[in-house]
């Protein structure tokens, strides 16, 4: 069953998901820890991935695929014809900086989906991503929350302009639909709706 979720003009539809997401290689690098505990929220510009990652990187050869930043980049002369042909699409790590993708590519609306990974439920820079692609980097095309997408999110995601989300298998794609109608009306203006409530309603 598909775990992908889509805003449609009539509403938020699970369907079937055409993009294949690549992903890298295992590292052989420690893990760095702080206190005995994992570092999951990297720091932006930190260098998380290895020229080895990159290069083993297998991307196929057709299809329409959505590769990690750090390999577009890297890979970007040779994928020129297929961008072109809107088959690819990039996939950013919350600690990845907007700036690095804008200055690979840009015309971002050249890249028909792009989405954000987010390692952890409670790492809110995916928001702060979707906000700046739709305001400051005027991106208009599909922007799809991945990762550790929980169905408390969906209604804040679509609100700081995320058009599609890939559910976390374990849960259910269909409950999660609901939660985009838990609030009918925010208070705050966002990339949905630019005027606060006290701006769209006379007293």
């Known amino acids: 069953m598909s775990h992908l979720i889509t805003l449609q003009a009539n509403g ?3 369907g079937e998901d055409l993009w294949q997401l690549v992903t890298l290689p295992a ?3 420690e ?13 932006t510009g930190e260098q ?34 297929r961008i072109a042909n809107q088959e690819i699409g990039v996939c950013l790590d919350t600690h990845e900086s907007l700036a690095d993708l804008s ?11 792009i989405a954000v990974y987010v390692e952890r439920f409670a790492d ?9 692609l739709r305001t400051r980097y005027g991106y ?4 799809r929350a991945v990762g550790d997408v929980l169905r408390d999110q969906l209604f804040f995601l679509k609100r700081s302009g995320f058009t599609s989300f890939a559910m976390r298998t374990d849960r259910s794609a269909t409950e999660a639909i609901a939660s985009l109608s838990d609030f009918s009306q925010p208070y705050q203006g966002a990339v949905d709706e630019a005027r606060p409530a006290f701006r769209r309603y006379n007293r």
């Not at 991935?49 to 930043?69: C, D, F, H, W, Y």
């Not at 809110?124 to 700046?132: E, S, V």
């Not at 208009?140 to 922007?143: A, D, F, H, P, V």
């Open 12 to 14: 938020a539809q699970i």
């Open 27 to 29: 590292s052989q690098q």
């Open 31 to 43: 893990v760095r820890k702080q206190a005995g505990k994992i570092v999951l929220f990297k720091l």
């Open 48 to 81: 998380t991935v290895t020229p080895e990652q990159m290069a083993n990187t297998v991307i196929p050869s057709s299809g329409k695929i959505i590769l990690p930043l750090t390999v577009f980049i890297a890979r970007h002369a040779q994928l020129q014809a």
């Open 103 to 113: 200055q690979a590519q840009a015309d971002l609306n050249a890249l028909p989906i």
């Open 124 to 132: 809110g820079r995916i928001f702060t991503l979707g906000n700046l």
């Open 140 to 143: 208009k095309n599909e922007l």
